[in-house]
């Protein structure tokens, strides 16, 4: 995931209190305003969703995307991939959560997103930015209230 736009946030909160909101994908719509809806198709023998489909409205971005899910480095990261989508061709991420050793957490989160029509390469960074910066934010006001 070299070509990934990315930022990171500090969280006030344990950093498994961050990754137990991050693995239950099924709440995100309860408090990312870019997911409108998410189907669990797969889960692991932990229970986590390793295949689902979700609704994403991130600004001009309208699409419904099937996306795998690899927890292979839990609970330090959680890594999505694109397996299929009506307007994406690429859609890759990764969430990377460092305890701090403090009760905060540093949260950062890459993303990589590709489109089926062409769109100027400084568009899709500003996008992929927005939505990466909108998704932190929600997730710290989610944890912190």
Avoid: C, H
Avoid at 16 to 33: G, H
Avoid at 57 to 71: I, M, P, S
Avoid at 72 to 91: G, N, Q, R, V, Y
């Amino acid at each position: 995931m070299s070509d990934n736009s990315s930022n990171s946030q500090q969280i006030d909160a344990p950093a498994s209190e961050v990754a137990e909101i991050l693995v239950d994908l099924e709440k995100y719509p309860t408090w990312s305003s870019a997911i409108k809806s998410v189907e669990v198709l797969e889960k692991d023998g932990s229970g986590r969703a390793t295949k689902a489909t979700v609704k994403i409205e991130a600004g001009v971005l309208k699409d419904r995307a099937t996306l795998n899910y690899d927890y292979s480095d839990f609970p330090k990261s959680i890594s999505f991939s694109l397996e299929d989508a009506d307007l994406m061709t690429e859609m890759t991420g990764k969430y990377s959560i460092v305890d701090n050793g403090d009760d905060t957490t540093k949260v950062t989160y890459e993303l990589n997103v590709q489109v089926s029509m062409p769109v100027p390469e400084i568009m899709r960074r500003k996008a992929e930015m927005a939505t990466i910066d909108a998704a932190l934010a929600q997730l710290k006001k989610k944890i912190e209230g």
